[in-house]
């Protein structure tokens, strides 16, 4: 006999693919190895990452991807457009491509040690910006 508490279930998930290939829905979906670039912020680090020569203090990172968002100079950046990219680089981003091998970062410390893997994730930058192109263009 079904219960009323029968129809207020929520399915279960899937778990026909083996443990090790499944992902949670949080989890963004990844391709060739390598993170998806989902903002321009995220785009941005890496391009200054891409053109760094060594190692970078996260507050240089930082300083840059707010000043690229703002349209503005460094100099001319307020405290609180350093804080709105410096915070989701440090918590999530910057350990997201250390996960992946693209940088080595050094948390405690705030620098950042680009990897020869990080040159991976350039064809996306270069999609996204063809796909700027377009959409600005017609």
């Not at 785009?43 to 060594?54: D, H, M, Y």
């Not at 990080?118 to 017609?138: D, G, Y």
């Amino acid at each position: 006999m079904k219960s009323a508490d029968d129809d207020h279930h929520s399915p279960s998930p899937r778990t026909d693919s083996p443990p090790d290939q499944r992902r949670s829905i949080d989890e963004p979906p990844e391709t060739d190895g390598t993170p998806q670039l989902e903002s321009s912020r995220q785009r941005a680090a890496v391009r200054f990452l891409l053109a760094a020569n060594g190692p970078v203090k996260m507050g240089t990172i930082a300083e840059y991807v707010a000043a690229d968002e703002q349209g503005t100079t460094v100099d001319q950046l307020e405290t609180e457009q350093r804080l709105e990219a410096y915070v989701p680089l440090f918590q999530s981003f910057l350990p997201k491509l250390a996960q992946f091998g693209m940088v080595e970062y050094d948390q405690s410390r705030g620098i950042v040690y680009p990897t020869d893997r990080l040159e991976e994730i350039e064809p996306q930058l270069n999609a996204a910006s063809r796909k700027r192109a377009v959409i600005t263009s017609v």
